[in-house]
């Protein structure tokens, strides 16, 4: 069983910064970060190949996070400029196979989650 440990998160005024990071227990494939706030979805915020450590984005963020990777075990989400619809429980997620994607479905392990707040 892959076990995902996050650590950040906190809470911080519209246009502040902060930076997430996550740590798998053993070696991944792609990693990625997604998102759930009160009563809606969750989805996808930044994805990344563990080969050539190619990123994709949710829209939303394209522009001010930044998602970045170490290894075949540790990633970072750098935030900036943040919003307060930003404000959401942040999940560390991995899977063993290469392909990426935003699609929560594809993604087989899953971190406990760490709180971002941005207020206004």
């Known amino acids: 069983q892959v076990q995902l440990v996050e650590s950040g998160g906190g809470s911080v005024q519209a246009g502040g910064s902060l930076k997430l990071s996550c740590t798998a227990s053993?070696?991944?494939?792609?990693m990625g970060w997604f998102r759930q706030a009160p009563g809606k979805e969750r989805e996808g915020v930044a994805v990344i190949r563990p080969v050539g450590f190619i990123a994709s984005y949710n829209d939303s963020v394209e522009g001010r996070f930044t998602i970045s990777r170490d290894n075949a075990k540790n990633i970072h989400l750098n935030l900036n400029s943040l919003k307060p619809e930003d404000t959401a429980m942040y999940y560390c997620?991995?899977?063993?196979?290469?392909?990426?994607?935003?699609?929560?479905?594809?993604?087989?392990?899953w971190g406990q989650g760490t709180q971002v707040s941005v207020s206004s």
């Open positions: 997620a991995a899977r063993t196979g290469w392909a990426c994607g935003l699609e929560k479905e594809i993604f087989d392990y």
């Open positions: 053993v070696d991944t494939g792609c």
